[in-house]
């Protein structure tokens, strides 16, 4: 097959950064093309340079041959690329027709927009693409997985030959996954070319067809993914052997820290009783919905507790608020880092100082010498990639956010704390500096609550497992070496001790 995209010698620079170093990059039509590497390395940019987001300083861009100049996201659209964000670029209160055709209605005339035709038009993509859901429902009332569909039709609709997929099933249960893929496929032999970002690497061995690799913003090859193990991708990924995905440090277990005793908030977390020592990692494992991340939420003042106690440290502590949380020694790393664990509009030292800002402050003076010297400490302890303390966190990638919001909660010196998918869409060496540092917080004496849909990093970093299934806790299970994924699984399916 020809190439049908090719990005030749892309350059991009930041003030201070080279973020994009002669980068190639070529798909052929109804090609999957998974773009990989760790966070950092330059894939988004890579992709915002095709989207026109961002302007490329030197290099070209070619499709079917010809040499294209694409400054906005206009130009790009009229290319028929499109780019599907991890963050879903939807308006919940419109239609599924109406985001569908948004800025681009379908007119009965002059002034009058014929909303019969845009439903009827937008029914026939959704029916198309095999999705089932109506082009009349809000956008609010459907799921993660739905969405992600309507934004692919919105894609087609704009005839898209070249489809960007940016971590697309990162919110997905394994159903809703094999749904998108059948999706993919049927792109695929309608000769769309997908480019498919993922740190997911089992599902690129089984829906992509060839990868480019990067690192540091550079190329480090490019592969046919069915001749290539998934360690092989991994070490041109990090450029390095990872001998161990799972760094686990086991030590002599101390006081009890947290005990939370018969909560229950909602219809999700009901009669949740628990607790975690001194240097132990409990895991929350439990299916889509099982009441998981809403149980953190109930404990740490965020959502309101209808009953329960918390204790910490042996002292019941009465918790309404997250301040509560804080000043009882608790911290939170939600799932929504860039919603709910940082703000991306305030500089890295900002977020990392947030929880401890009245740290810095003597008299009510807030002492910023203090406070740089704290954050550049902790950025090269943790290792965070930034050109300066100053940098918006927004313009950091995932995984350096998520250091950005670890690095918060160890300055906090919690003697709790909460991890809710503390590697959700971070690449495998980031991973393992994210295994890393909470192993930092174990040896120091913290107690760690770490929930998790991946099950091998359930078993590769935990000490016990309490595994829920609608709202309620089935087992806390020891992970002594002999509990597998199907132990798990029975009890978040509905199994319990009394059964098993």
């Not at 039509?29 to 990989?36: F, I, M, N, T």
């Not at 209605?105 to 927009?113: C, E, F, G, Q």
């Not at 001194?278 to 991340?293: Q, S």
């Not at 295994?435 to 935990?462: D, F, R």
Request: with cysteine; charged share 25%; hydrophobic share 40%.
């Amino acid at each position: 097959m020809a190439e049908f995209l090719q990005m030749r010698g892309i350059t991009k620079r930041f003030p201070g950064v080279l973020a994009l170093d002669d980068v190639h990059l070529s798909v052929e039509r109804g090609e999957v093309h998974a773009l990989l590497g760790e966070n950092g390395a330059g894939k988004s940019t890579l992709m915002k340079v095709l989207s026109g987001a961002y302007h490329k300083d030197a290099g070209e861009i070619l499709i079917e041959g010809k040499p294209v100049d694409i400054r906005s996201s206009a130009d790009a659209k009229k290319l028929g690329i499109s780019i599907i964000y991890q963050e879903l670029n939807l308006t919940e209160q419109l239609t599924v027709a109406e985001n569908i055709f948004m800025g681009r209605p379908i007119m009965r005339n002059r002034l009058m927009v014929n909303w019969r035709q845009m439903a009827r038009e937008a029914q026939k993509l959704l029916d198309d693409l095999g999705i089932d859901i109506g082009a009349r429902a809000l956008i609010r009332d459907l799921g993660v997985a739905h969405k992600q569909m309507v934004e692919v039709a919105k894609a087609l609709s704009i005839h898209s030959r070249i489809l960007v997929m940016d971590e697309p099933t990162a919110p997905l249960t394994n159903r809703e996954i094999d749904t998108l893929f059948s999706t993919i496929r049927m792109l695929k032999a309608r000769g769309v070319a997908v480019i498919y970002i993922s740190h997911r690497l089992e599902e690129v061995m089984d829906i992509c067809d060839r990868a480019t690799i990067m690192r540091d913003g550079r190329n480090v090859t490019a592969v046919n993914v069915h001749e290539v193990t998934i360690d092989e991708i991994i070490r041109h990924m990090v450029g390095r052997e990872l001998k161990e995905k799972f760094p686990k440090i086991k030590i002599p277990l101390g006081r009890e820290l947290l005990r939370v005793e018969h909560i229950n908030a909602g219809k999700q977390v009901r009669d949740i009783s628990l607790s975690v020592r001194a240097g132990e990692i409990l895991g929350i494992a439990g299916l889509v919905g099982a009441g998981r991340t809403e149980t953190a939420r109930a404990i740490f003042g965020m959502d309101r507790k209808q009953s329960g106690e918390v204790f910490v440290d042996g002292k019941r502590v009465s918790i309404s608020r997250p301040l509560d949380a804080i000043r009882a020694g608790l911290g939170f790393a939600t799932e929504d880092r860039k919603g709910e664990g940082l703000v991306l509009t305030m500089n890295v030292a900002g977020n990392i100082t947030l929880a401890t800002l009245g740290d810095f402050a003597k008299l009510g003076k807030l002492s910023l010498r203090r406070e740089r010297e704290t954050v550049r400490e902790y950025i090269r302890r943790l290792n965070i990639k930034t050109p300066s303390h100053l940098q918006l966190t927004r313009n950091l990638s995932g995984g350096n956010q998520q250091k950005v919001v670890l690095a918060k909660w160890l300055l906090s010196k919690s003697r709790v704390i909460i991890f809710d998918e503390p590697t959700r869409g971070i690449d495998v060496g980031a991973k393992i500096e994210v295994y890393n540092i909470i192993n930092e917080l174990i040896l120091a004496g913290a107690a760690v609550v770490m929930i998790s849909s991946e099950l091998p990093e359930i078993l590769g970093m935990s000490d016990r497992v309490a595994v829920m299934h609608q709202g309620r806790i089935t087992g806390i299970l020891e992970n002594d070496g002999s509990l597998t994924q199907e132990t798990i699984l029975y009890y978040a399916t509905g199994g319990d001790r009394r059964t098993a």
